[in-house]
């Protein structure tokens, strides 16, 4: 019988397995200090006016918060997509659970939420603005549409693949059908959600820099389009940095969620 040709043994290309800590640590730290090379590199190439060199966006970031800009911002676009966010994931939560549970609920309002994800959150701006006014409301409100769809439909993919072996050994061990809802199903589920608001709160950001664009007197995305009416790039790249700060923040508290609420996962 002939032989079947393996391959090689490896650590850099594992398939589905984990790598040596300090390889993972290498590549992290190589995943960071490469872009910022680079960066610097093509600063220094181009006019400094359209991109800033780092030390440049350092000395932007230390002048907005002595100014008090920074703080003032970042804290408004926080609270903004923190309460879009949040309405959004109550109404979320119960809507997918029971779309991905009951067949019945799903045929009810999938055609509907399949139609109104792909209408761009931004386009409803104008009515936002009319229905609303421009104080917070209309901002809140665009990030609540913009990802109350997408974490619905993900939560129920997640409820829809619950494992049919479990709802059945536990209808067979005499379960009924609210200690499946609530012992097997959302239990099973519940990873899923987290990395779902995981993956979607980066939407809320977005769309709060896009409301803040239009209509607004403080925030994060106020502070980019005053900048660019002066021509001010160090200041645009350093709100963007204070973003992508913020949002890998974020990831990490909803890691850290996930790990603390749900540690059977990591097993």
Request: aromatic fraction near 10%; include cysteine.
């Amino acid at each position: 019988m002939p032989k079947t040709k393996s391959l090689p043994p490896t650590v850099f290309w594992r398939l589905a397995e984990d790598i040596p800590r300090p390889l993972s640590w290498t590549l992290l730290t190589l995943s960071i200090l490469v872009p910022f090379c680079l960066w610097w590199l093509a600063a220094i190439a181009l006019n400094s006016r359209f991109l800033p060199a780092p030390p440049a966006v350092l000395t932007a970031i230390i002048g907005l918060w002595q100014d008090g800009l920074l703080l003032q911002d970042a804290t408004a676009s926080f609270l903004r997509v923190t309460a879009g966010f949040l309405l959004g994931a109550l109404l979320a939560v119960p809507l997918g659970i029971g779309m991905g549970a009951f067949a019945s609920i799903r045929a009810l309002a999938e055609p509907a939420i399949g139609i109104l994800r792909y209408m761009p959150a931004p386009a409803f701006i104008p009515l936002l603005i009319l229905y609303l006014g421009i104080d917070e409301a209309p901002k809140i409100t665009l990030i609540f549409i913009g990802t109350l769809f997408f974490n619905t439909l993900m939560i129920m993919d997640a409820v829809k693949f619950v494992p049919k072996d479990l709802i059945e050994t536990t209808y067979t061990l005499g379960g009924d059908r609210r200690q499946v809802l609530t012992q097997v199903i959302v239990p099973h589920a519940i990873p899923s959600i987290i990395d779902a608001f995981r993956i979607n709160i980066a939407a809320g950001w977005n769309l709060v820099v896009v409301a803040e664009l239009v209509a607004a007197e403080v925030g994060l995305g106020k502070r980019i389009i005053i900048a660019q009416k002066f021509l001010r790039t160090d200041d645009i790249f350093a709100c963007l940095l204070i973003l992508g700060l913020i949002g890998f923040a974020l990831d990490l508290g909803f890691r850290a969620l996930l790990y603390w609420s749900c540690r059977w996962t990591f097993d």
